[in-house]
């Protein structure tokens, strides 16, 4: 019987100190989104280079864009919205080719 008792015992505590583990993890993963998103500046969408607004123009014809921020290594990110409604996020270099993010 006491073996059960400290069985369940040494359980307990077991899966408690994972649980806490976790929880930290998820933290550390936050604060490294928001640093990313923090290296963008924003600025007119009359500000942006012909090649930038000429891509937008060519490869979403209906898209209109709201917002416009950009970056010391010189590459744009693109709040976007549609005419149907949906919006969404692109992000293009200098010379108006599109990069992932």
């Known amino acids: 019987m006491k073996k059960l008792i400290l069985a369940s015992a040494f359980a307990f505590v077991g899966l408690t100190a994972f649980a806490q583990t976790g ?3 998820a933290i ?3 604060a490294v989104v928001s640093a990313t998103q923090d290296s ?3 600025i007119e969408t009359s500000a ?3 090649a930038v607004s000429s891509a937008v123009a060519t490869n979403y014809p209906s898209a209109t864009i709201d917002k416009a921020y950009v970056n010391d290594q010189k590459q744009y ?3 976007v ?4 409604g949906t ?3 692109l992000y293009a270099d200098e010379n108006g080719n599109w990069i992932e993010m």
């Open 87 to 89: 919006s969404g996020t």
């Open 77 to 79: 990110k693109l709040e």
């Open 48 to 50: 942006l280079p012909e």
């Open 81 to 84: 919205s549609l005419e149907d």
């Open 40 to 42: 963008f500046s924003e």
């Open 28 to 30: 550390a993963e936050t």
């Open 23 to 25: 929880e930290e993890v």
